[in-house]
């Protein structure tokens, strides 16, 4: 059994969860139960990161003692992680003694060690981001960040001996490459590491700021707020010497959004080799993995609390439920790339990948294998190739999301699972077990399909756990498999009963993209209409649908193309009525589907009292003109 052990970022609670830290809680989440899906004893930690000045600021905007603050907002990150069915082990508070203890006892081992020494530093300062600029890093004069001006502050300091570890820490970081991963964010730390590396100052006169740790050797000061919130990773484990920490630090991997790369890439390895020769143990305190993911956009803009263009991450998850949000997190972002958030995409993914794919898969061969009797022995046909391809495909899949999932590439793992889904789609429309129930000669051959799908949704109901756990739980309740789920169990071949199986269909329902629908009689701006693409449209062919009384279908020219519509006026107008006339169509619509026929566009055309009449032009004009 391997042990792992794994960390999200620990949140400000200057504001609210959003979806950029649920984004991390849910990968996060998804890999500590993959992990445990394998076997593996799981250690998983997140909390919240409650002092420094942007506390201690949003305290006093809200009127209360930052430690209430922090307790309110802290507790909605917990109500928000339970609600999005959050598996971690530990949540850590750095107001917590637990915490205190071990940061005063590691700043105390580093002093003592020479690590640590008084020294004054001037530089320009962000309050928002409670760091000092760079020149190099400043932008006009203000925080690249925040875009607000940076104020300068001179003032006697500890520091911490960061520069003499750069040397080791280039070595380390190229001695072993997944140190940090994906390798675009160890490029950009080996770039940063090509300039000398400054000493780090690690604590806040109090004059300036309270809401900190004291220095346990001056208590004039506060710890640094970075020194403090890293150090969580170690301190939520009870530190050396605990055997929480003996057992799963040696195998630390740390999660974190590219925002907060270089203290996790640089800072922190650098405290734990210095505190790791402080006590003797050189290099063996340095964290396993970095694993760094890229930030979500809102159309574009960059979302975060301090911009304060955000997503409430629960709203989305009780519009949607809390399957397809993960679903849709994971699937659409690269593990290390940006991506952008819209609800359009995620209805998109609901509809396409979960709802129509997954969900069909198993309303199809639930329904099959429930209308089928079950049996413990049943007549059964040789293994036929499609039934190899099946078995091949779920072989291929554990092993590709294994891969997927040991570099934190949820994306590429879910893509492998629904590449399964296609293939067992496929697998049923072309054995057709519904025109095999008809045929009594060809009885093995059906219960070859339906033991085949039932071992495929089983293999299903496990492997999907860690992405999808609900609906993976009720997959597994329709198959009346009540084994624990476990990665050992994900192999199709092994069954060769029918089970009696319940069928499971809705497991993911379609929904309606939302509309902002302005209300009626409400005013819309020239910006609104002008997103309406209407044009000249001449009509060259028209027939009726077959089997519609109300469409019809149309061949227009848009004059540089020619266009398929379809019409819901049959009933008002022959077709030969219609061929060579000019109308106005919509030419931008998203196409649709009506009866079989792809339509892509739609024709104007107003009614009333039972009257329909097509818009025509008074004058002529070519086709593909505009209309506004
Ligand atoms: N308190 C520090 C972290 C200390 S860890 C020792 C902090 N907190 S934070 O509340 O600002 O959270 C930052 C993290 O939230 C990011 O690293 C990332 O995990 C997540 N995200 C916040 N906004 C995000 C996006 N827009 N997109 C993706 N993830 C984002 O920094």
Same mark, same amino acid.
């Given at each position: 059994m391997s042990v792992f052990y794994l960390t999200t970022p620990i949140y400000y609670v200057n504001a609210t969860p959003? @979806?950029?830290?649920?984004?991390?809680?849910?990968?996060?989440?998804?890999?500590?139960?993959?992990?445990?899906?394998?076997?593996?004893?799981?250690?998983f930690l997140t909390g919240t990161d409650e002092h420094g000045d942007k506390i201690a600021q949003a305290a006093a905007k809200a009127g209360v003692p930052p430690q209430a603050y922090a307790d309110r907002i802290s507790g909605a990150f917990r109500e928000a992680w339970q609600a999005l069915g959050i598996t971690n082990d530990d949540f850590i508070r750095t107001t917590e003694p637990r915490h205190q203890t071990v940061v005063q006892a590691i700043l105390q081992t580093l002093r003592d060690a020479g690590e640590i020494y008084l020294g004054t530093y001037g530089g320009h300062y962000c309050f928002g981001c409670e760091r000092f600029y760079t020149d190099k890093e400043i932008v006009a004069g203000?925080?690249?960040?925040?875009?607000?001006?940076?104020?300068?502050?001179?003032?006697?300091?500890?520091?911490?001996?960061?520069?003499?570890?750069?040397?080791?820490?280039?070595?380390?970081?190229?001695?072993?490459?997944?140190?940090?991963?994906?390798?675009?964010?160890?490029?950009?730390? &080996?770039?940063?590491?090509?300039d000398p590396l400054q000493d780090l100052s690690i604590s806040r006169p109090r004059t300036r700021l309270e809401w900190g740790i004291p220095l346990p050797f001056d208590d004039r000061y506060v710890t640094y707020v970075w020194f403090d919130a890293l150090i969580n990773y170690v301190s939520a484990l009870g530190g050396p010497g605990d055997p929480r920490f003996e057992r799963y630090w040696p195998h630390a991997q740390?999660?974190?959004?590219?925002?907060?790369?270089?203290?996790?890439?640089?800072?922190?390895?650098?405290?734990?080799?210095?505190?790791?020769? /402080?006590?003797?143990?050189?290099?063996? &305190?340095?964290?396993?993995?970095?694993?760094?993911?890229?930030?979500?956009?809102?159309?574009g803009g960059k979302m975060s609390k301090s911009i304060g263009n955000v997503v409430e991450a629960l709203a989305l998850k009780d519009r949607y439920g809390n399957d397809a949000f993960r679903y849709f997190v994971m699937r659409e972002m690269v593990f290390g790339l940006d991506a952008d958030f819209s609800e359009e995409a995620f209805v998109g993914r609901l509809n396409a990948d979960l709802a129509n794919d997954l969900g069909n898969l198993v309303a199809r061969a639930t329904t099959l294998i429930a209308r089928a009797a079950p049996a413990s022995a049943p007549h059964l046909a040789a293994v036929s190739a499609d039934a190899q391809g099946v078995r091949l495909a779920a072989g291929e899949t554990r092993h590709i999301v294994e891969s997927a999932m040991h570099e934190f590439a949820f994306s590429r793992a879910l893509g492998q699972i629904w590449e399964f889904v296609a293939v067992l789609n496929r697998y049923i429309d072309t054995t057709q077990p519904w025109a095999l129930a008809k045929d009594?000669?060809?009885?093995?051959?059906?219960?070859?399909?339906?033991?085949?799908?039932?071992?495929?949704?089983?293999?299903?109901?496990?492997? @999907?756990?860690?992405? @999808?756990?609900? /609906? /993976?739980?009720?997959?597994?309740?329709?198959?009346?498999?009540?084994?624990?789920?476990?990665?050992?169990?994900?192999?199709?071949?092994?069954?060769?009963?029918?089970?009696?199986?319940?069928?499971?269909?809705?497991?993911?329902?379609?929904?309606?993209?939302?509309?902002?629908?302005?209300?009626?009689?409400?005013?819309?701006?020239?910006?609104?209409?002008?997103?309406?693409?209407?044009?000249?449209?001449?009509?060259?062919?028209?027939?009726?649908?077959?089997?519609?009384?109300?469409?019809?279908?149309?061949?227009?020219?848009?004059?540089?193309?020619?266009?398929?519509?379809?019409?819901?006026?049959?009933?008002?107008?022959?077709?030969?009525? @219609?061929?060579g006339k000019k109308v106005v169509v919509v030419a931008n619509l998203e196409p649709a589907t009506l009866m079989g026929v792809e339509s892509n566009g739609m024709v104007l055309a107003g009614s009333a009292d039972g009257t329909l009449a097509v818009l025509t032009l008074d004058r002529d004009l070519p086709p593909g003109a505009r209309v506004r």
């Open positions: 959003h @979806l950029g830290h649920a984004y991390t809680t849910i990968v996060a989440d998804a890999m500590a139960r993959w992990r445990r899906l394998a076997g593996d004893d799981v250690w203000t925080c690249p960040d925040h875009r607000t001006p940076l104020t300068w502050i001179e003032e006697e300091n500890y520091f911490f001996t960061m520069s003499k570890y750069q040397r080791w820490l280039i070595e380390h970081v190229e001695r072993h490459p997944d140190f940090i991963r994906p390798e675009r964010y160890r490029n950009e730390i &080996l770039g940063f590491l090509r740390h999660l974190i959004g590219k925002d907060i790369l270089k203290p996790h890439a640089v800072y922190w390895p650098c405290m734990l080799k210095a505190y790791g020769e /402080a006590l003797g143990r050189g290099d063996d &305190l340095v964290y396993r993995h970095l694993n760094v993911h890229g930030y979500w956009g809102l159309g009594p000669d060809r009885l093995g051959a059906l219960n070859r399909v339906l033991v085949t799908l039932a071992d495929s949704l089983r293999f299903l109901g496990i492997v @999907l756990q860690p992405f @999808l756990p609900d /609906a /993976a739980r009720r997959v597994r309740e329709a198959l009346g498999d009540e084994r624990a789920p476990r990665l050992a169990n994900a192999a199709v071949g092994r069954l060769d009963t029918i089970p009696p199986v319940t069928k499971l269909s809705g497991l993911f329902p379609r929904v309606e993209a939302r509309k902002e629908q302005p209300a009626a009689g409400a005013r819309i701006t020239i910006d609104d209409f002008g997103r309406v693409e209407l044009r000249v449209a001449e009509v060259l062919a028209a027939e009726p649908v077959p089997k519609s009384r109300k469409l019809l279908k149309l061949t227009v020219s848009l004059g540089a193309e020619q266009r398929t519509l379809v019409a819901g006026i049959a009933e008002h107008y022959a077709p030969a009525d @219609l061929v």
